[in-house]
C-alpha cells in the first residue's frame, strides 16, 4: 500500500480510532453484569432485539448523512452517540435502561455503519488501490482483536468477583477510551468523491435501491455474509461467558480466553491479503461458514464440555475475522461511488430485519436451554452459507 496518501492516512486513523473505540473492559464480563442487575436469558434477547431497533431506525438518515456531509461528520455524530449509550450503564439497574442503552449503542453504530468502507474504498480509489479494499479493512479491524488481547485480561481481572464498585470502575475506564476515540475522528479527511451527494434525499435512497437491483449478487452476499454473522458474532457472542463459567472456567481465565481468541483474530485480519493470494474469496467464506456451523452444532451437543466450548470460542473467532473483509471486497467493487454509504446502510436494514427475525426465532427456544438455541443458530448458519454467491469482476 502507498504511503503519504489520503487512504493511508484514513487507515492509519481508523485503526487507532478502532483501538480506542473497541476498548469495552466490561465485554469479558458483560452477561454476568447482565444477570447482576437482575436480566435473565430471555432480556438479554430482548437486549440484543433493542440493538437491531436501533440500527434499523437509523440506517438510511446516517448513510444519507455520510453520503451528503461525508464521513467524518458521521463518525463524530456517532461516537457522541455511543459515549452517551455506554454511560448509561450507570444507573442500569431496570430491563428498560438496558433497552435503551442498546437502542442507542445499535443507532451509534449506524453512523460508522456504510460510512466506514465508503471512506475507505473511496479514499483507495483515488491512488488506484480498490483492489487492496480487503487488505485494508482487514487491518483496520484487527484493531479490535489488539485492544481485546488486553482489554479482556485487565476486565477479567478487576471483576473477578463480580461487584458493583467493580462495574463502576470498568464502565469508567471504558468511557475514557470511547473519549479518545471521538477527539482522533476529529483529524479524518473526508475524499473528494465522497460525500458531496446534492440530490434530494428521497433521490438519493432511490438510487441506493437501483445500486442494488441493478447488481443484486450483492444481496446474496450479505444474507450469505449476515446469516452466518448474527448466530455466530451475536447469539453465541453473548452467551460464550455463560457457557464457559457453566462448563467450569473461573470467571478470571475468560479474560485469558479472550485474549487467546483475539490474538487469533489479529494474526488472521493481518493476514487476509496472503490468504485471498492463494485462495479463491468465494470458497473462503464458504469453507469458514461451514467451520461456523459446525462450531455451533458443537456447541449444542457438547455444551457441558469445557474443552469443547474453549475449542468453539477460538476457532470462531478465526471465522469472524476472515469472512467480514472477503466480503466488503467483494461486495464494495460492485456497489456504486456515489451512493456507496447509503446502499450499504440500506443492505444493513435488512440485517436488522434479520436480527429481529433470528432473535425472535432463538428467543423462543431459549426457554429449553443451550441445546436447542444452538441447534436453532446452526441450522440459520447452515441456510446463510448455502446461499450461492458470485464475485463478480473481482477474482482473475
Known amino acids: 500500500m502507498k504511503k503519504n496518501t489520503i487512504a493511508s492516512h484514513n487507515i492509519r486513523l481508523l485503526f487507532w480510532a478502532e483501538i480506542f473505540g473497541s476498548v469495552r473492559f466490561l465485554q469479558p464480563v458483560l452477561t454476568l453484569f447482565y444477570f447482576a442487575r437482575g436480566l435473565d436469558e430471555s432480556l438479554i434477547l430482548v437486549v440484543l432485539t433493542c440493538f437491531s431497533v436501533g440500527v434499523l431506525v ?58 466506514d468502507e465508503a471512506l475507505i474504498y473511496e479514499s483507495l480509489k483515488l491512488s488506484e488501490e480498490e483492489h487492496l479494499m480487503d487488505r485494508a479493512m482487514g487491518q483496520i479491524g484487527s484493531a479490535t482483536f489488539i485492544v ?96 464457559l463459567v457453566d462448563a467450569g472456567l473461573p470467571v478470571f481465565w475468560i ?10 483474530g489479529f494474526v488472521a485480519s493481518r493476514s487476509i491479503g496472503w490468504m485471498t493470494a492463494r485462495f479463491n474469496r468465494v470458497r473462503l467464506l464458504f469453507s469458514t461458514g461451514m467451520i461456523a456451523v459446525i462450531g455451533l452444532t458443537a456447541t449444542a451437543l457438547f455444551h457441558a464440555s469445557l474443552w469443547v466450548i474453549l475449542g468453539v470460542v477460538l476457532v470462531l473467532k478465526l471465522v469472524t ?60 448458519a447452515l441456510i446463510g452459507v448455502l446461499i450461492p454467491i458470485q464475485a463478480k469482476r473481482m477474482e482473475a
Open 255 to 264: 479474560g485469558l480466553v479472550y485474549a487467546i481468541a483475539s490474538m487469533i
Open 58 to 115: 437509523g440506517e438510511i438518515p446516517t448513510g444519507v448523512v455520510a453520503d451528503r456531509f461525508g464521513a467524518k461528520r458521521a463518525f463524530l455524530i456517532g461516537s457522541f452517540t455511543a459515549i452517551i449509550a455506554y454511560s448509561l450503564f450507570y444507573v442500569a439497574f431496570d430491563p428498560w435502561v438496558f433497552f435503551l442503552s442498546s437502542f442507542l449503542t445499535g443507532f451509534a453504530a449506524t453512523f460508522f455503519s456504510g460510512a
Open 148 to 243: 481485546s488481547i488486553i482489554a479482556v485480561l485487565i476486565g477479567a481481572f478487576i471483576a473477578q468477583d463480580l461487584t458493583e464498585p467493580q462495574f463502576r470502575l470498568l464502565i469508567t475506564l471504558t468511557l475514557v477510551f470511547m473519549t479518545i476515540q471521538f477527539v482522533l475522528l476529529w483529524f479524518i479527511k473526508n475524499p473528494s468523491t465522497q460525500g458531496g451527494y446534492t440530490k434530494p434525499v428521497i433521490q438519493q435512497v432511490t438510487d441506493g435501491i437501483k445500486a442494488i437491483r441493478r447488481t443484486p449478487q450483492v444481496l446474496w452476499m450479505f444474507i450469505n455474509i449476515t446469516l452466518v454473522f448474527i448466530p455466530v458474532g451475536a447469539v453465541f457472542a453473548q452467551f460464550d461467558q455463560k457457557l
Open 321 to 380: 475475522a476472515i469472512r467480514y473483509p472477503v466480503y466488503s471486497q467483494l461486495s464494495n467493487d460492485i456497489i456504486p461511488s456515489d451512493v456507496r454509504a447509503t446502499t450499504i446502510s440500506l443492505l444493513s436494514i435488512l440485517d436488522s430485519c434479520f436480527d429481529l427475525l433470528v432473535f425472535t426465532s432463538i428467543g423462543l427456544v431459549a426457554v429449553n436451554g443451550f441445546t436447542p438455541m444452538f441447534i436453532g443458530c446452526a441450522v440459520i
